[in-house]
């Protein structure tokens, strides 16, 4: 669920301000994946995880994170900075073809196998009420947390934050007052999948590998946590994460697990027919 949220914020931080469902979003999310995973294997055999193990993570989440907002950016620049005037139709074609140029680049140079990532956190847990919870788990959750509030006091709290949320209201309006709306957008390409790089390194920490078409999945999953949470809110998308987390594990305990994926189109179409 809290990988799902942080996926989530980038879509609805995007969604908010030029209105663009950003298609190539999962393939951000699996770039900062495998970043991670060549970061973090280097630093390992440097001996840098059992030595200093906060650093490591600092600087593994730090470059992925820093990659992708940068890719984010070229994106923007691009796919979709050419077609901002133009029909809604045009820049959907531009964002389903950037995410197939990105999601064949990442075959082509990383392979068609899964990629495994160094398991740093061992096979410790603690016992709360006969739930086993990992180390692992623990700082996926404790990470992505800090993350949400931190995105929250930017954008209440800061000057940028402010120039986004007048962008997201009146385009021309934040204009006349003298916002630079092609600084805001650019910064909302950085932050949102900076965020995306973060939850792909969460992933191969947690599920121990990744792959080059992993982002599809995830992306779906997350864009039914913004549509739920109300696209274009930050605490939405939060909320919608952490609930479609919550619905899927719960299916996969109770149910069988191989049709777990079916709750999230489940969850996308009854938001849609029913709270459109």
């Known amino acids: 669920g809290s990988i799902y949220s942080l996926i989530a914020l980038g879509y609805t931080m995007v969604y908010g301000i030029i209105e663009l469902i950003n298609f190539a979003h999962g393939e951000l999310f699996t770039a900062g994946a495998f970043i991670g995973v060549i970061v973090l294997t280097a630093l390992q055999q440097m001996g840098w995880v059992e030595t200093h193990f906060v650093l490591t993570m600092i600087i593994v989440f730090s470059m992925a994170m820093a990659y992708v907002a940068v890719l984010g950016v070229a994106v923007e620049h691009v796919a979709y900075k050419p ?26 140079s990383q392979g068609v196998s899964d990629r495994p990532y160094p398991q740093v956190f061992g096979t410790d847990a603690i016992e709360i009420m ?22 929250q006091l930017f954008v209440h709290r800061t000057r ?43 992933v191969g920490l947690y599920y121990g590998a990744v792959r080059f078409d992993m982002g599809f999945i995830f992306m779906i999953k997350a864009f039914a946590a913004a549509i739920l949470g109300g696209i274009g ?14 619905i899927e594990v719960m299916w996969a305990a109770f149910l069988p697990s191989a049709w777990k ?16």
């Open 233 to 246: 809110s930050i605490p939405g998308a939060m909320i919608g994460g952490l609930i479609i987390g919550g």
């Open 130 to 151: 006969g739930a086993r919870i990992t180390n692992g788990q623990i700082f996926i959750i404790l990470l992505a947390i800090a993350l949400m509030v931190g995105l």
């Open 160 to 202: 940028l934050g402010k120039a986004m949320r007048a962008t997201a209201q009146n385009k021309t309006m934040a204009r006349i007052l003298g916002i630079d709306i092609d600084l805001t957008i650019r910064i909302t390409f950085m932050i949102g999948p900076a965020l995306g790089a973060a939850a792909g390194v969460m």
């Open 83 to 108: 077609l901002r005037g133009s029909s809604r139709l045009a820049a959907l074609l531009s964002a389903l073809g950037m995410s197939i140029f990105l999601s064949n680049g990442m075959m082509l």
């Open 261 to 276: 994926d079916v709750t999230t189109f489940t969850v996308l179409i009854l938001v849609l027919y029913l709270r459109p």
